[in-house]
Structures are given as structure tokens and as C-alpha cells.
Nanobody, 116 residues
Framework: QVQLVESGGGLVQPGGSLRLSCAAS????????MRWYRQAPGKQRELVAVISRGGVTNYPESVKGRFTIYRDNDKRTVYLQMNSLKPEDTAVYYC??????????WGPGTQVTVSS
């Protein structure tokens, strides 16, 4: 049974930092591309970071330079380090593991709230 479990969300002040973790089980973690998405109330889900199985990363302009995605294949975990957080980063953050359309898995999400 495939399971992705996010952790590390919470309330943080603007300018602060959080590190999200996503622990995977039931998949050959190292061969999956891993992504973080987020969805704010009333908005569509958006991609915020991707790391290929080879470690290549990519980010949208909205988070580039502030967010860093990295993975530890031995721990079967992907991380999202978020710095210089802004109120507009407030959202539910989701972890995704994808190899192709047949093998596409999601975690339940973790809430991140940036507010003073």
C-alpha cells in the first residue's frame, strides 16, 4: 500500500521559515520524481517545487530563491525548506510522487499559515 505522509506545517510569522517533510512507503522511492504542490482557499492547486529522480530541481518564479526541495533516498523522504515566508504562501501543501500517469500518488496535505 502506497502512503505519503507530510509533516512540518504550522503557523509562522512573515519572514520566517518552515521545513516540510514527506515520508513515502510502498513505492520504490528513488525512481520517482517528487513534487510539492499547494492550494490556497478558493484557488487552484499549484506546483511549487519538483525534484527528479536524478536530483534536478525546478521552481516557479513565485518561490524561486526562497524554497528548496531536496530528497534523501535512504530515508525515502522529500523535504521542502521554505524561507522568507509571505502571507501569500498560506496554503495546504501536498506531496506528490509520480513516475507516469499510472503511478501518481498524493499525501493528505499539511497546512501552512503565514500570519503575524
Amino acid at each position: 500500500q502506497v502512503q505519503l505522509v507530510e509533516s512540518g506545517g504550522g503557523l509562522v510569522q512573515p519572514g520566517g521559515s518552515l521545513r516540510l517533510s514527506c515520508a513515502a512507503s510502498g513505492i520504490s522511492f528513488s525512481i520517482y520524481a517528487m513534487r510539492w504542490y499547494r492550494q490556497a482557499p478558493g484557488k487552484q492547486r499549484e506546483l511549487v517545487a519538483v525534484i527528479s529522480r536524478g536530483g534536478v530541481t525546478n521552481y516557479p518564479e513565485s518561490v524561486k530563491g526562497r524554497f528548496t526541495i531536496y530528497r534523501d533516498n535512504d530515508k525515502r523522504t522529500v523535504y521542502l525548506q521554505m524561507n522568507s515566508l509571505k502571507p501569500e504562501d498560506t496554503a495546504v501543501y501536498y506531496c506528490n510522487a509520480n513516475m507516469d500517469p499510472r503511478y501518481d500518488y498524493w499525501g493528505p496535505g499539511t497546512q501552512v499559515t503565514v500570519s503575524s
